[in-house]
Nanobody
């Protein structure tokens, strides 16, 4: 079992920045993939970015050049640095981790970008 705890969400003006953090804890196979998804009411959860094996990153096109995902293996933590935030980035952001064949989710953290 893996537990994920997110932090760092909040309210920010358009053009501002936020950094989300997600700490993983628990037992099981090593986590080889961590990332972030987001969801707004009435829409499907969408991938924001993932980092695989601590090196390879992938992002949804709408955040490329603005968001950066990174991982600190020593702290079992994944970060999402969000710059140049836009109102359309407003969503609940969920941390995710893959350990072996299982995928785990955090409880979500709200990010609100005002115009």
């Amino acid at each position: 079992q893996v537990q994920l705890v997110e932090s760092g969400g909040g309210l920010v003006q358009a053009g501002g920045s936020l950094r989300l953090s997600c700490v993983a804890s628990g037992n099981g196979p090593s986590i080889n993939r961590m990332g972030w998804y987001r969801q707004t009411p009435g829409k499907q959860r969408e991938l924001v970015g993932v980092i695989t094996n601590g090196v390879t990153t992938n992002y949804v096109d709408s955040v490329k050049g603005r968001f950066t995902i990174s991982r600190d293996n020593a702290k079992n933590t994944v970060y999402l640095q969000m710059n140049s935030l836009r109102p359309e980035d407003t969503a609940v952001y969920y941390c995710t981790a893959r350990s072996g064949l299982r995928v785990y989710w955090g409880q979500g953290t709200q990010v609100t970008v005002s115009s």
